[in-house]
């Protein structure tokens, strides 16, 4: 469709030869440019309300779920599945509004659920699609992209630092090789872990398991084995890692507990693979280690299943709960003293552990786990 002329006919004037065309057609531009711009607020106004339209229709034509159990399905795909489907820009925007510190060299980030760090076979979105787009939300359409310091997986939640200068990243991922950066993350567990603070330190190593579904995990690769009731050294594999982790139970009950972990080494999947394997005590919705021989949803006590909301049909619902609650970075740069990360759980981590009756640690204004503690609301 063509749009409106603004030009007006040219017409003379008796006993002149003016012509008033040109009278006419300087008048009528600002009125021209006036009606242009509410033009273009005008359709921006009707395609909002077209997409508000659209969504609370589609609201209304989504049943609503009469049984508890559908209701609270419905809540942990919202609470999991909110981000990983949307414009670029809807993420940038997002992870920019859960900046938990912003300075001159670093960007650090509440990465949420269910995104992976980098792009891959499958993979729609990732984080490292949208940090040009949050370097010019944050800096203007001039930035350079931000540039990602360490990976978490996809299903963990919590601490994320970018920085903004491609050496500075260098430097703060040597800090993290070199194991200098102090972690701390909180998991909730099925079952509690015996004793309830220790050291687990097996090697890690990655192995495929056999069966109807072929596939890799991690898996520990001890360094010793009974024989004879007694305790034999064994050859390590040379393609297994050295995995150490640090535990803590910060509040249980009879079937669950809240545990805090600090990983001494960066093995992949090694937080998971030491709870489930080494301590029998998997993560909450951890359905890739907790079994052995088979990828299937997490078998869960009738107790906790209650307590959930849930029915075992419905488990697979039911994300990782493991958050990356604190990051320590040494002294870098300019700064002269060391940096206290810290993030909150997501809700639905906190609502489980509402559920699950554990109670979290509160903390004073250093960020310290020392202020006692308070429950999960």
């Not at 090789?177 to 330190?201: E, F, H, I």
């Not at 960066?266 to 489930?276: I, N, T």
């Not at 993560?283 to 209650?306: C, R």
């Amino acid at each position: 469709m063509a749009a409106p002329s603004c030009s007006a006919p040219g017409l003379w004037v008796r006993g002149s030869r003016q012509r008033l065309g040109s009278l006419f057609s300087l008048v009528s531009k600002p009125f021209c440019s006036a009606a242009a711009a509410s033009g273009t607020v005008s359709a921006q106004r009707l395609a909002e309300k077209l997409r508000a339209q659209k969504q609370e229709q589609k609201t209304k034509n989504q049943p609503v779920p009469t049984s508890p159990v559908q209701r609270r399905v419905q809540e942990l795909v919202r609470f999991t599945q909110q981000l990983q489907r949307v414009h670029p820009n809807v993420l940038a925007k997002a992870l920019s509004r859960g900046i938990v510190h912003q300075d001159m060299d670093l960007v650090v980030i509440n990465k949420p659920y269910g995104l992976p760090v980098h792009g891959g076979p499958g993979v729609q979105l990732c984080i490292s699609d949208v940090l040009p787009i949050l370097a010019k939300m944050l800096h203007g359409h001039k930035a350079e992209p931000l540039h990602l310091c360490h990976r978490l997986d996809k299903e963990t939640t919590g601490v994320m630092v970018l920085a903004w200068e491609k050496e500075v990243a260098h430097q703060v991922q040597e800090l993290f090789r070199t194991r200098q950066v102090a972690k701390k993350y909180w998991a909730v567990t099925v079952r509690v872990p015996v004793p309830p603070a220790g050291v687990v330190d097996i090697p890690v190593i990655e192995k495929e398991v056999q069966g109807q579904q072929q596939h890799y995990k991690m898996t520990l690769s001890p360094s010793y084995r009974m024989e004879d009731g007694k305790m034999v050294r064994t050859r390590r594999d040379r393609n297994a890692h050295t995995a150490v982790t640090q535990y803590q139970v910060l509040s249980s009950t009879l079937s669950s507990a809240l545990v805090e972990l600090q990983p001494i080494t960066g093995v992949k999947h090694q937080l998971r693979v030491h709870l489930s394997f080494g301590l029998d005590c998997p993560i909450l919705g951890d359905h890739k280690y907790s079994d052995w021989n088979k990828l299937a949803p997490q078998k869960l006590s009738l107790g906790t299943l209650k307590k959930l909301g849930l029915q075992q049909a419905k488990a697979r619902h039911i994300p990782l709960h493991l958050h990356a609650r604190q990051l320590i970075l040494p002294a870098l740069g300019s700064r002269k003293e060391e940096l206290n990360l810290v993030c909150k759980p997501p809700r639905y981590f906190v609502c489980s552990l509402r559920r699950l009756d554990l109670w979290m640690p509160s903390q004073d204004q250093n960020g310290d786990d020392e202020a006692g503690c308070v429950r999960a609301q």
